[in-house]
C-alpha cells in the first residue's frame, strides 16, 4: 500500500508499501520471500553422521517446501468473508431506539441551535443540515446553517455570530476539530453556550475535547471495512485500488487505515495508492491527481474516492484517460451520487441516509440539553449499500432521505413524543 500528498508522483515501486511524504523509507513493505531451515553443521568422519546429515537436509527441504505452499495457501483470497460483510449490509436498515422517551417539544421551545459545518459547498454536509432545520421545525425550535467555504476563520466567526446573537448552542458538524477552535470554544462556554460535534472523528481516534458537551464520533473504520470488502469480492481478489482521502477531515486517516487492513486481510495481492487532496481543493485537484495516477500506473482497476462528494471530479479523469471503465465506490450517500449509480458514473456508495444523521444529531443534543441523562457517545447511524439493484429506491432524482426505508423517521417522532 502507498500515501501520497497530491505532489508525491511517481508512486513507489513496490507491492505493498505506506510512505508518508516524498523521500521517505516506507513504514512497512510485505516481502514475499520465505526463509527455510538452516542445514545443521555435520561431522562426516562416520556413516552415522553422513545418514543423519541427510536426514536434516532432507527435513530442511520438506519444511522449505511446506512453508512455500503455506505462502501460497495464504495468498488466496478471502472471497467468502468478503462476500459476507457485503451481504449484512446489504439489507434494509431497522431502526432501535438510542435512549428513552422524551417530551422534545416542551424542553426544546424557544432554543437556537447554530451549525456550523465543514463546508457548505460539500453537498453531503449541507443535506444534513436541511435535515436538521426540517426536524427542528418539526419540534418546534430552530437550527440556523452557517454558510462558509471550509475556511477555519470563517467556523471562528460563526462561534463569534452565535454567542452575540443568543444561541444557546453552537454544533461543529461534518469534519471540523473542536481541538483547533479551543480559544472560541472556551468563549462559547464562558457565554453559557452548550457546544456539540458530531460526525467528525472515528470512534477509533480517542480524544480529549475541552468544553464539548456532546462527541458524537462515526464508526468511518466500519466503512472502510465494507468497501474493501465488497472490491475485492467485484474484481475476484485482484484489485488495484486508487484512493483519494483529505487528511484535514479528521476521520480521513483512520478510514483509510481500516480500509488498507481489511484489504490486506481479505487480499494481500491486492494493491492500494492513497492520495490526500485537502477539502479546499477538491474542485481544482481531485481530477489531476487522479489523471496523473492513471497515466503512471495502467493497471490500476479501482477508484476509491473516500467520500463520494469527491466522485464528481473523478469523472473527468477517466474520460480523459479514456478509462470510462473503472468502477467508483464511495462512502456518504448523497443524494447526486446516488443519481450517479443510476446513470453508470459510480458502481456502489455505502449509504448512511442523511436525515437519519441529522435526526440522530438532534437526538443526542436534545438530550444533553433537555438533561434526559442518556446521552450518547457515538453518531447513530446504519450503513446501507446501493448499487444498480436498489439505487432507484431513493428517487429519479434521489432525494434527501429516500431509500432507507421510513423507520427512523417514526422512530424518531414516537421518541420525542410527537406521535
Known sequence: MYEHDIDDFPPMPVSLAHAKGPGKRPEFTQVRSGQGLTDTPVNRETDMTQTTSFIVKSLSLGTALALVTMTAQAAEPDLATAQSIVDEHSALPTFTP??????????MAGKKILSIPTSSSIPFVAG???????????????????????????????????????????????????????????AAKDAGLKVFASHHRDVTDIKEEPGVDVSLPLSFSRVGEIIAS??????????????????DVPPSQPYWKSFEAKLAELCPDCKATYY??????????????????????????????????????MLPAKAMTGRMD????????????????????????????????????????????????????????????FDASNAETAGTPAELDKGYGDAHVAGFRTLWGLE
Open 98 to 107: 438510542p435512549g428513552k422517551p422524551f417530551d422534545a417539544a416542551s424542553c
Open 276 to 313: 490526500n487532496v485537502p477539502v479546499s481543493d477538491w474542485a481544482t485537484k481531485i481530477q489531476t491527481t487522479t489523471q496523473s495516477a492513471l497515466l503512471q500506473d495502467p493497471s490500476i482497476n479501482y477508484l476509491f474516492p473516500i467520500y463520494d462528494s469527491m466522485s464528481q471530479f
Open 326 to 385: 473503472l468502477p467508483i465506490a464511495s462512502f456518504n450517500g448523497t443524494p447526486f451520487i446516488l443519481d450517479m449509480i443510476q446513470n453508470g458514473d459510480v458502481e456502489m456508495d455505502v449509504g448512511e441516509s442523511l436525515g437519519w444523521i441529522a435526526r440522530s444529531s438532534l437526538d443526542a443534543y436534545m438530550r444533553d440539553i433537555c438533561e434526559v441523562g442518556d446521552t450518547p457517545d457515538e453518531l447513530y447511524v446504519p450503513f446501507y449499500i
Open 128 to 186: 444534513i443540515q436541511e435535515g436538521m432545520v426540517e426536524a427542528a421545525e418539526e419540534i418546534g425550535f430552530e437550527v440556523r446553517p452557517w454558510q462558509n467555504q471550509g475556511q477555519p476563520t470563517q467556523w471562528v466567526q460563526g462561534i463569534e455570530y452565535a454567542i452575540a446573537n443568543g444561541y444557546d448552542a453552537v454544533d461543529l458538524m461534518g469534519g471540523i476539530d473542536p481541538n483547533a477552535l479551543a480559544p472560541q470554544i472556551a
Open 230 to 247: 465488497w472490491i475485492v469480492t467485484k474484481t475476484g481478489g485482484d484489485a488495484n485500488v486508487l484512493v483519494i482521502g483529505s487528511d
